[in-house]
């Protein structure tokens, strides 16, 4: 591997960098289109509200933009100070903190394939039997063998933020099969 690295002259440390900065890049562009869209939700006239509908979604969007720029900064400087030969967990950077290690894409990929399917399962099966199946198995997925200790956690939390959302805020979640009729 050190030959191939030497023979392009590519370090993992470069790479690292090159791949914080793509990603800042491509996030960037994401959250640029995001806040667009907030942008374009319409106010509703006439009434009174000291938060409407467009706030949040623009507050995530500047959260978003700001992340894709610390990230793209971050890859430039990790890509410039890393030092020939040392292994990318252990690379300092010019602040004096370790770089982060490379992503497990084992465990990324998978947890991003059970979102989707949480995300498209959610209307269909309704909020507490979705949400708690997505909490047990994405414990599962992080490394938990305990599959009644994560299922009782995963109702616990379900139903927590589904009372707190019908009960205190008045919101209706997707009831799913459950709803009946």
């Not at 690295?5 to 289109?33: C, I, K």
């Not at 399917?117 to 938990?144: D, H, K, M, Q, W």
């Not at 995963?154 to 009831?175: H, M, W």
């Amino acid at each position: 591997m050190a030959r191939r690295q030497a023979a392009s002259g590519a370090h993992p440390e470069n790479r690292a960098g090159r791949d914080e900065r793509s990603l800042g890049t491509g996030l960037l562009a994401a959250g640029a289109v995001y806040l667009a869209a907030a942008f374009l939700i319409s106010e509703p006239e006439g009434g009174y509200a000291a938060v409407g509908p467009r706030v949040f979604p623009i507050v995530i969007g500047c959260t978003l933009v700001a992340v894709a720029l610390w990230l793209a900064l971050r890859g430039s400087k990790t890509g410039a100070s890393a030092a020939p030969g040392a292994p990318a967990a252990q690379t300092v950077s010019a602040a004096g903190a370790l770089a982060a290690p490379d992503a497990d894409w084992r465990t990324a990929a998978p947890s991003a394939l059970l979102f989707l399917g949480y995300i498209v399962l959610l209307e269909p099966l309704g909020y507490l039997p979705a949400t708690t199946a997505f909490i047990a198995l994405e414990s599962r997925l992080l490394g938990s063998r305990r599959w009644r200790r994560d299922l009782l956690a995963a109702l616990v939390v379900a139903a927590s933020v589904y009372a707190l959302f019908s009960l205190l805020l008045g919101l209706r979640l997707p009831a799913g099969f459950l709803g009946g009729p």
